[in-house]
């Protein structure tokens, strides 16, 4: 299970207060959502251990009846990527790397090949670069903190890499908090994200996005009650589209 440090000094970065104490070579964070398949940690410890310009080396997930979990990894956030899945074009075209490049649509993660970001759901990295890094992000509190420090690696020249070799049960979103505040510090962690790695004219122009992703599902969500059809997550989208001006400062 990830911990984090309850100070967070400005412009520095933390380390779980555990890994302070870690003399072992490799250091694997797991969620305490997740189960891991037998010999999961032992592969993936062999794989990264095999391809060292990797730097971060992450599993192939599934779900509890065995289909594919795509969160496992990731392709780093684009401007296209953000549009296409604010106005919904990932979910028309699920399987299109081209409609939906973060998430690397219709790959089953089934071959090892390098990735921009590895899932924190699984992340193995060694003790050494963990802290060369300096662990996350202190201003990352909740989500998007795996991103950030995989592309903090890649700027030092790394590769990240997943095999499916490592795989692990996870279920995901089993401990989150209510769906509101969920959203908003999932937008806070994003919006965080484009302020620290992207610069210039693409910085509002990805805020924008983000703020596209929660307009057209509140509009599509009122649409949907004026026609007498229930949706769970137009309160959600409500109170989020609502407190807009808190996320998109991020954190």
């Not at 964070?29 to 010999?39: I, K, R």
């Not at 908090?177 to 790695?197: F, N, P, T």
């Amino acid at each position: 299970m990830r911990q984090r440090s309850k100070s967070r000094p400005s412009g520095s970065c933390c380390s779980i207060p555990a890994a302070e104490q870690v003399e072992a070579e490799w250091f694997l964070l797991l969620n305490s959502d997740t189960e891991t398949h037998p010999g999961a940690v032992e592969n993936a410890v062999r794989f990264a251990e095999q391809h060292p310009e990797a730097g971060i080396v992450g599993c192939r997930a599934v779900f509890p009846d065995g289909s594919l979990n795509p969160t496992s990894c990731f392709n780093r956030i684009s401007l296209w990527g953000l549009f296409c899945t604010a106005v919904g074009l990932h979910l028309v075209f699920p399987d299109s790397r081209l409609f939906n490049p973060e998430m690397i649509g219709g790959w089953q993660r089934d071959d090892a090949r390098h990735v921009d970001i590895i899932s924190g759901s699984f992340m193995l990295l060694s003790s050494a670069l963990w802290r060369e890094l300096g662990g996350f992000n202190p201003r990352y509190f909740m989500y998007a903190e795996d991103l950030d420090i995989c592309m903090r690696a890649a700027r030092l020249g790394y590769r990240p890499m997943i095999t499916p070799e490592a795989q692990i049960m996870h279920l995901g979103g089993a401990s989150a908090i209510r769906r509101e505040e969920k959203m908003v510090q999932m937008m806070q962690g994003r919006a965080s994200l484009l302020r620290d790695h992207w610069s210039g004219l693409k910085v509002p122009l990805g805020i924008a996005m983000l703020q596209l992703f929660v307009l057209v599902r509140l509009l599509g969500g009122l649409l949907g009650k004026v026609f007498g059809r229930k949706d769970d997550n137009l309160q959600t989208y409500r109170g989020a589209w609502r407190r807009r001006c808190e996320w998109c400062k991020g954190y």
